[in-house]
């Protein structure tokens, strides 16, 4: 165990018929909908990511929005966190 331990600290899961497709562990959750359509998702995250929901809101929202065009056919969508470099 000579390194971090990468955990899941949020996930993004299509929503079918009001119930998250996939079921994760994470204790918290948020909605986030489709701007362009009437699909919705759950945003989990952990307890750790309570501070930057804000944040994550924003890139879940981006990640549903170029699904789109994919029509929401994974019922998972992958999110990542980008450190901005500022200089």
């Not at 959750?29 to 699909?39: D, F, K, M, R, Y």
């Not at 309570?50 to 944040?55: A, F, G, H, L, M």
């Amino acid at each position: 165990m000579g390194g971090r331990e990468s955990v899941l600290a949020v996930s993004l899961v299509k929503l079918i018929a009001g119930k998250p497709s996939i079921i994760d562990s994470l204790p918290n959750g948020a909605t986030v909908n489709c701007q362009l359509c009437e699909q919705t998702y759950r945003l989990g995250y952990s307890d750790s990511e309570w501070n930057r929901i804000k944040d994550w809101l924003g890139i879940a929202e981006r990640a549903v929005r170029a699904d789109h065009k994919y029509k929401h056919e994974v019922l998972a969508l992958g999110l990542a966190w980008r450190q901005s470099r500022k200089h």
